[in-house]
């Protein structure tokens, strides 16, 4: 893909007169790393909504590469590349480690096939790879229903490579972790990234600089500023709404 | 530790092979009944007629259970109009029924039935024509119930209507029907329905033979959709169907299309249930407009919530138990049937919410 894999330019959404998102533009190029930090109700979510086709905005334009994402609904954004984690870490309780991971394989989507699917050697390789990678292989067999909190972010997260997206919006991934599951999941993050793009929506800020990406600000629904995490640390405005109180 | 970790449900295998050996046994031991049946009266072992036809009634019932747990206890989808859908194919096998009649009604008309005689029908509405065969009432008794299922699911799961909005859609359907069929104009017997019947495939339904046949038929249905389900709920599409009922819109940000998957579901599920109604009503020799009474529907999925909802062999002990508890409390306190019925519902979803596979589970686990 050339240019940015992602292009929002003058979004607006608006809920009954209030502006969740007001005239917000925001670029992410292939391959890279983005952290987006503001208050709360700076919009952050309803941004990633916007993306994930579960809002649609009010005006403005959201492409991904070619494709225009305002008429398309979840699934078929989800089809053409775009992965989303969601602040609550939502996973099938009922299925297994492995289960949860199957039903996120890119594979044909529709009921039919669903029917006659049969797991091949290669995904099944897969599979066991992503589990090697979140470090829960040994969990495999258990249902998610059993698993704790950090453990059920990471196979998030492995979901999340298994429909192996050209982007990936990720809300909140730390929150509720202990120090040590920070760590492994930020290491887990700048592992995804690079192959391929990453938006991480993030109020820990010791965790947005260990990712070490450039940053971008929201507040009341639009850009702020936007740099590297010293950048906007110094900028007078994000002090004044943001880090200041 | 991969190797060790892979096969996702080694804890499941003796539980599964107990499973089946039991629906084997519990099959070869329904299907003793119609040799028990044969017996001369006065054999201790002799089953009564009327056991074959109250056991042939709940196989059926089984076979709807079966049908609402599929959609219930694994999309999440409850309905409480599938008896709507049992009663649409047993409105298509009655129609079929109707016509062999031919000569031999009240009123010796060679093509139209009594109720149409009476109420000084001509001819044949177009939509009895093809009914005369067999093949044909069978296929409209899966087509009917299949399409309106597909009508009712397309236009709901598109607009996201779920849970018990949903549920109270599929009620109002099912009340509608009730209305429609009553009104005689519709030329479904109105009132009284279709009754009478004299034979099926050449045989006259009132014989030990024809009531032995048709158990088998149930018995056959029921096993065959016991297969089918347990096949579905094995594949990936069952996970799917997990998954949608544990976090529907996660199934969405993963690329699925819930809407196909549960119309998927929704209309084999009407499907079956037609198939099981079409079955009960030679079984029982009536079908008016009282099988669309909310209340069956209701009442079918208390069966599934007591057997244990969510595991196919559940729904079918379910309907089977709470069946004989009615058959058995009915034959001497009809008034307390509705109050047992809602006190066991309210039991079961605080004591028992996993029913009585529930207290099974419990203790292999």
Not at chain 1, 23 to 35: F, H, I, Q, T
Not at chain 1, 61 to 80: K, S, Y
Not at chain 1, 95 to 102: G, H
Not at chain 2, 85 to 90: E, I, M, P, S, T
Request: proline residues 4%; hydrophobic residues 50%.
């Amino acid at each position: 893909m050339t240019g940015p894999v992602l292009y929002l330019d003058g979004v607006s959404v608006i809920f009954d007169g209030f502006r969740a998102l007001n005239n917000l533009s925001l670029v992410v190029d292939a391959g890279e790393l983005r952290a987006v930090i503001g208050p709360n109700g700076a919009g952050k979510t309803t941004m990633m909504d916007v993306i994930t086709g579960k809002t649609r905005p009010t005006a403005g334009t959201v492409r991904f590469g070619d494709h225009d994402l305002t008429r398309m609904d979840e699934a078929r954004i989800a089809n053409l590349g775009i992965g989303r984690k969601f602040q609550k870490p939502t996973v099938f309780d009922a299925l297994t480690v492995f289960e949860n991971l199957e039903l996120a394989l890119k594979a044909p989507r529709d009921p039919l096939s669903c029917l006659r699917w049969q797991l091949a050697g290669t995904a099944r390789k897969r599979i066991e790879g992503v589990m090697e990678e979140i470090g829960l292989a040994a969990r495999a067999g258990d249902p998610a229903a059993i698993l704790s909190h950090g453990q059920r972010q990471w196979l998030e997260i492995g979901m999340l490579l298994m429909q192996d997206p050209d982007l990936l919006l990720v809300d909140e991934p730390v929150a509720g972790m202990t120090d040590q599951e920070t760590e492994h999941t930020a290491a887990l993050l700048r592992r995804i990234a690079g192959r391929r793009s990453v938006v991480v929506v993030e109020h820990d800020l010791e965790f947005v600089r260990a990712l070490g990406s450039k940053v971008t600000v929201l507040h009341e629904g639009t850009l702020l500023s936007e740099g590297s995490i010293d950048t906007v640390q110094n900028d007078p405005r994000v002090i004044e709404v943001y880090l200041g109180r | 530790m991969s190797d060790l970790a892979i096969a996702p449900a080694p804890r499941g295998i003796p539980a599964r092979m107990l499973v089946r050996g039991t629906i084997i046994g519990a099959i070869g031991l329904l299907s003793l009944l119609p040799i028990l049946n044969q017996l001369p009266e006065g054999n201790v072992l002799r089953i009564s007629d009327f056991t074959i036809a109250v056991t042939g009634k709940w196989i059926c019932y089984a076979v709807l259970a079966l049908a609402i747990d599929l959609a219930w206890g694994y999309a999440g989808i409850l309905s409480l109009g599938h008896g709507a859908f049992f009663a649409l194919g047993g409105y298509a096998m009655g129609m079929h029924l109707m016509r062999l009649i031919g000569p031999r009604g009240v009123y010796g008309h060679p093509v139209l039935p009594d109720f149409m005689v009476f109420l000084g029908y001509r001819e044949l509405p177009w939509y009895w024509l093809g009914f005369d065969h067999f093949s044909y009432a069978v296929l409209m008794a899966m087509l009917v119930p299949g399409a309106l299922a597909f009508l009712v699911g397309w236009l709901s799961f598109r607009s996201r209507i779920t849970g018990v909005y949903f549920s109270i859609i599929t009620q109002a359907m099912t009340y509608a029907l009730m209305l429609a069929f009553f009104r005689n104009d519709m030329g479904f017997g109105g009132n009284n329905g279709f009754t009478d019947f004299k034979e099926l495939l050449g045989l006259p339904l009132n014989t030990q033979g024809a009531r032995a046949g048709l158990f088998y038929a149930a018995l056959a249905l029921l096993a065959g959709s016991l297969l089918l389900c347990r096949h579905i709920v094995g594949t990936k599409l069952g996970r799917v169907l997990v998954a949608v009922r544990d976090a529907e819109s996660r199934v969405r940000f993963l690329g699925y299309s819930v809407t196909a998957f549960k119309l998927f579901v929704f209309t084999l599920s009407a499907v079956l249930a037609g198939l099981a109604g079409a079955l009960y009503v030679p079984l029982v020799g009536i079908i008016n407009p009282g099988e669309f009474a909310p209340g069956n529907s209701i009442e079918a999925v208390i069966w599934v919530a007591v057997g244990g909802r969510g595991t196919l062999v559940g729904a079918i002990i379910g309907a089977f138990s709470v069946n004989a508890v009615k058959t058995w409390l009915t034959s001497f306190a009809p008034d307390l049937w509705l109050f047992v019925l809602g006190g066991l519902f309210v039991a079961v979803t605080l004591f028992l919410p996993r029913g009585l596979v529930g207290l099974f589970q419990g203790r292999t686990k």
